[in-house]
């Protein structure tokens, strides 16, 4: 092409036009990618031995019962996230996206309030409605009078129900193990989450896919977890953790027996 056929090429108005459009478009895409959005970016959180300590402090502390001297661990686990009052923005959250140790939420589905200060307020009255809910089971579940044994539970700040499986848990193990002498978890690190209702049914609670990677990365290699969070926990399980799926309380100590003895375990 000639130079005098090219310099018209280029000062044609079809291509003035599509310069413009595409200075248009990167313009809109480089605004983009700083503009908040209103998604939270969570990751693995910290876990805690419900049988031992968190913070220098026992995280149960039981009273009008004789309590058994335990091994193993039973773990809660939790995720992080950022602020509920943070916007990230849209190469904040497309990173985060396609990185398998974080996971891109609406807010609303990680914080019931906007406002920091309430959603700390919401998500600790979540965690003492667990805890009471997470004794209720336990002693219904070994029945035990509440009005002789009395627990309670210390997490420092940790906040929301999902505790609820592994404090009822911690409480069982506490006071009775097996019922045979020995431990529920045979000597093991077990993790896991979900909600308790003080009829012992365990439900769901979200997040699953990165609690199984802050169980795996403190050691657990069995993993409790609502049934319906089944298809979720599959999602990059490390390979060490076996996933355990329970309705109840009492399913989860029958699974746990079950694991000792080497009987039929259920699993995702």
Do not use: H
């Not at 079809?14 to 895409?29: I, S």
């Amino acid at each position: 092409m000639s130079d005098t056929k090219l310099s018209k090429a280029l000062t044609s108005p079809r291509t003035r036009a599509l310069t413009l459009c595409g200075v248009l478009v990167a313009a809109l895409f480089g605004v983009a990618a700083f503009v908040p959005l209103p998604y939270t970016i969570t990751w693995p959180g910290l876990t805690a031995d419900t049988l031992g300590s968190y913070e220098d402090k026992p995280v149960l502390t039981i009273t009008g019962a004789p309590l058994r001297t335990t091994e193993g661990e039973l773990r809660m686990v939790t995720i992080t996230a950022t602020n509920p009052g943070q916007k990230n923005t849209f190469w904040r959250s497309m990173q985060a996206w396609f990185d398998p140790k974080e996971a891109v939420r609406p807010t609303e589905t990680v914080y019931p309030e906007s406002n920091p200060v309430k959603a700390d307020e919401v998500t600790a009255a979540q965690m003492a409605e667990s805890q009471d809910a997470a004794t209720a089971a336990a002693l219904n579940y070994l029945r035990l009078s509440p009005d002789q044994v009395k627990v309670k539970v210390d997490l420092g700040a940790v906040g929301g129900p999902s505790a609820g499986q592994m404090l009822a848990l911690g409480i069982v193990d506490k006071l009775a193990g097996d019922g045979k002498g020995g431990d529920l978890t045979g000597g093991l690190t077990v993790a896991g989450t979900g909600t308790i209702e003080a009829d012992g049914t365990v439900g769901p609670v979200g997040g699953v896919p990165l609690k199984t990677q802050a169980a795996a990365r403190d050691g657990a290699t069995v993993f409790l977890l609502p049934k319906d969070e089944c298809s979720d926990a599959k999602v990059n399980t490390p390979k060490s953790l076996r996933l355990v799926p329970v309705g109840t309380l009492g399913e989860a100590v029958s699974a746990l027996e079950a694991l000792k003895s080497g009987g039929s375990v259920p699993s995702c």
